[in-house]
C-alpha cells in the first residue's frame, strides 16, 4: 500500500474506503495507528488490477463494477500489514483479484466467466448462475434438466423453461454448483467466530499452519500467512491432491511455493492417524471441504478450537444450516452473494464481475481472520463463506446513475501502469516431497 497521489481529482468515494474497511476489522483488536494511508479509488484499482479487462461483454466495452469489491482488498492488505508490519506482503489487495487472469490471458466474455467453466442462465423468473467445472456436472445434466443436453446452447433452451427455485433445489440435490442470483443481506462482518471454546494459549513466535485446503482461496490464505511468517504444511490426499497441481503451473507455485507437502491416505487408519497427528501440532487449520469429509474421518474442528487452535473453514455458503454441505466455486457463489445482481442494476445487463473473484477475496479474508484469532490465543472456529464475502462488500456501498458513470470514465481515461504482478517464491514442492521427514519430528 502506499500514500494517496494528493494531485489526482478524484471523485466521491476515493480511496479512503479501503482505510475505513481495515479500521472496521481492526477495531476489536484496538487502536491501530491508519493516518496517512489510502489506497486507489475502486474504479482506478479496478482497472489496474485488469478487472477492467474481465468484466463487460466480449463484444462491449470493460466495465467497472458498482460495488467496491477492490476496497474489501485493499482494506484487507492494510490490515494484514497493521498486524505484522514486517511481513512481505503485497503492494495492495486490488492485484490479487486479478493476478490469475492476466497470467493465462483471460478476457471478458459477459454470461460467460473468464475460465469459461459457468455461464450466467436466464430462467422463467429470473437468471441463475450454472458451473459445469468437472465431467462429472456435465453428466448429472439430464438429472437436472430431464432431457440430454450436450452443449450450452441446449442448456440454456432448458434453463429457460424452468423456474429458478425448481432448478436450483435440483442442481443442489445432485451437488452441482448452481446458485441463484442473489441480493443477500450485507453481514456485519466478512466471517463469523464462535466465542473461544477453550483457554488461550500462549503463542509460539512462528505458528503452525496446516493447510487442507484446495484451488485458490484456502492456498491463498496460507501462503499470505506464510509471507507473515509461519510456517506452512500443505497436506494432501494421495487419491485426491489439490486439483490446482492439474492447471496453470506458475500461479500453482504462487500460491503454493514456500509450503512443506505432505501427502497420506486418507483411506488408511495409518494415514489418517498421521493426519490427525498433524492436525493436533497445528496452530491454525484451514480448509476448504464440505464439513461432513472431515467428520467422516473422525475430525471435529471443535474439538481442535477447545484445544487451543484456530480452525479456518472455507465453503461456499457456510459451515452450518441447510446450506452447510453445498458445492460453490467463486463464480457462481459471486453471483449468489450479489456481484451480477449489482451489474444487471448498474449498467442493465446481469454480468460476470472478474474471475472467480469470490475466491482471492475469501483468501485475504481468511488470512486476515487465520492472524487475528492466532494473535488472539487461538481457541476459535472462524466461518468463512464465499458469497457472503460478496455480500459483505456489496454492503460497503454501491454506486449507480451518474455516479456510476463517473466511475466508468475515471477508469477509462486513467494512464497509470498495472500493478505489478507478484513472482512465485521458487517452485512448489513435489506431492508429498515432505511426508516422511516432517512426520518424523511428531
Keep these: 500500500m502506499r500514500a494517496a497521489e494528493p494531485s489526482l481529482a478524484l471523485p466521491r468515494n476515493d480511496g479512503s474506503l479501503a482505510v475505513s474497511v481495515a479500521r472496521r476489522l481492526l477495531e476489536p483488536l484496538g487502536p491501530v495507528d491508519l493516518s496517512g494511508w489510502q489506497a ?37 492488505v492494510l490490515a494484514l500489514g497493521a498486524l505484522a508490519p514486517d511481513a512481505d506482503l503485497p503492494s495492495n489487495g486490488a492485484a ?34 450454472l458451473n459445469l467445472a468437472r465431467k462429472e456436472d456435465w453428466d448429472s445434466l439430464p438429472a437436472l434438466l ?69 484451488l485458490w482461496a484456502g492456498p491463498l490464505a496460507a501462503s499470505l500467512l506464510g509471507a507473515m511468517g509461519a510456517r506452512v504444511v500443505k497436506v494432501e490426499s494421495l487419491s485426491r491432491p489439490d486439483g490446482a497441481r492439474g ?34 501440532a497445528a496452530d491454525i487449520v484451514i480448509e476448504s471441504t464440505r464439513p461432513r469429509a472431515l467428520e ?24 452450518t444450516g441447510a446450506t452447510a454441505n453445498l458445492i460453490g466455486f467463486g463464480d457462481d457463489a459471486a453471483v449468489a452473494g450479489g456481484a451480477s445482481a449489482a451489474m444487471r442494476r448498474g ?17 485475504l479474508v481468511a488470512a486476515f481472520a487465520a492472524w487475528a484469532s492466532w494473535l488472539g490465543g487461538g481457541a476459535r472456529l472462524v466461518d468463512i463463506a464465499l458469497a457472503d464475502v460478496i455480500a459483505y462488500a456489496s454492503g460497503l456501498g454501491e454506486v449507480s446513475g451518474s455516479e456510476l458513470s463517473a466511475w466508468q470514465a475515471f477508469a477509462e481515461a486513467d494512464e ?27
Design 40 to 76: 486507489d479509488h475502486p474504479a482506478l484499482a479496478w482497472r489496474r488490477s485488469g478487472l477492467l479487462e474481465l468484466t463487460g461483454r466480449a463484444d462491449g466495452p470493460g466495465l467497472v463494477a458498482p460495488i467496491p469489491l477492490t476496497s474489501l482488498a485493499d482494506g484487507l
Design 146 to 214: 430431464g432431457v440430454v443436453a450436450s452443449d450450452w446452447c441446449e442448456v440454456a433452451v432448458q434453463v429457460a423453461q424452468r423456474t429458478t427455485e425448481s432448478l436450483v433445489a435440483q442442481g443442489r440435490i445432485l451437488g452441482m454448483a448452481i446458485a441463484p442470483e442473489g441480493r443477500p443481506p450485507s453481514p456485519a462482518c466478512p466471517f463469523s467466530v464462535q466465542p473461544p471454546l477453550g483457554a488461550a494459549t500462549t503463542r509460539p513466535r512462528r505458528p503452525l499452519v496446516v493447510d487442507l485446503s484446495a
Design 347 to 363: 449498467w442493465g445487463e446481469s454480468l460476470f464481475v472478474g474471475d472467480a473473484i469470490a475466491d482471492p477475496l475469501t483468501g
Design 96 to 129: 490479487l483479484l486479478g493476478e490469475r487472469a492476466r497470467r493465462l490471458g483471460l478476457r471478458r466474455r459477459g454470461q460467460v466467466s473468464a475460465n469459461g467453466s459457468a455461464r450466467l442462465l436466464k430462467t422463467l423468473d429470473g437468471h441463475l448462475a
Design 247 to 280: 492447471g496453470d503451473p506458475r500461479f500453482y507455485d504462487l500460491l503454493n511455493a514456500g509450503k512443506a507437502s505432505v501427502a497420506l491416505d486418507f483411506k488408511d487408519p495409518e494415514g489418517v492417524r498421521r493426519l490427525r497427528a498433524l492436525i493436533d
Design 416 to 442: 497509470g501502469p498495472l500493478y505489478s504482478l507478484r513472482q512465485p517464491l521458487g517452485i512448489a514442492s513435489p506431492l508429498g516431497a515432505d511426508t516422511v521427514s516432517l512426520l518424523s519430528e511428531l
Design 296 to 319: 467422516q474421518l473422525g475430525i471435529d474442528a471443535g474439538s481442535v478450537a477447545r484445544r487451543g487452535a484456530t480452525w479456518v473453514s472455507i465453503t461456499a455458503y457456510g459451515r
